[in-house]
């Protein structure tokens, strides 16, 4: 096993036992509170709060996903290229406004807790999706193209099996990038009663214990780099199907 792997290997394990028995770790943060403070999070479960987490960003991303691919897709159509100022304008929304003012938004229409949160990380993760189709789908070569149609390929049996084909790694690196923007950004949906690692740092700061903020802020950490990594290998193993597609290709 190389290197990278093992310290990738330890840091999922080391999460996984945190968040599952957090009091064996108790002794570690001790030294960060007052006498009679509680050394781990005590207000729920980490593992609940940490899935919970999870939950919203995957469902958000994958919203994001749908939307950003279907319309990167669009205005690369000759009949949607006219779309494209219309299309960057809309998936910059969530860009343009911060997190925190789409929640205020958001909860008179659709009440506390997850929709909210859910909401506003949609928003903040369409432009990096959108953007790295439109570049995948663009840089497409042209002598691809021209052989699927020598081939007999229809429009939409060129999207599928030429077009995304070429553009997945490139996808892959901007759906890799939404979601680490989300682990981060959605801490702050425990400000409108989502359920969350947010939960965790905030109840440190209202309670002054630096232990919780440090615990709720190592777990989204080490959740970013993991998912990081492990998004960056599917993108690699993507390169490395289309590179030898293309060696293949006569």
Partial sequence: MRPSSLVRLSALLLLVIFVTMPEAFAFLFEPL????APAIYNQGSLF???MQH????????????LLAVALGIFVTRPSGAEFLPLSRSLVN????????AVLAIAVPLVGFGEKPTFVALFLYGLLPIFENTLTGLTQVPPTALEAARGMGMNAWQRLVQV?????????????????IISLG???????VAAKGLGEVIIAGLQSNNIAFVLQGGLVVALLAVLV?????LLERIAARKLGRS???TP
Wanted: hydrophobic residues 45%; proline residues 8%; aromatic residues 2%.
């Fill in 33 to 36: 509170i007052t006498p009679g």
């Fill in 48 to 50: 609940a709060l940490t």
């Fill in 54 to 65: 999870l939950r919203t960003v995957c469902l958000a991303t994958l919203a994001s996903t």
């Fill in 93 to 100: 929304i969530g860009q343009t406004f911060p997190p925190i």
């Fill in 163 to 179: 077009e995304l084909p070429l553009a997945l790694p490139m996808i892959l690196a901007g759906i890799r990038l939404s979601v």
């Fill in 185 to 191: 950004t959605a801490t702050i949906g425990s400000t």
């Fill in 228 to 232: 990081h990594d492990g998004l960056g």
């Fill in 246 to 248: 293309l060696d293949e």
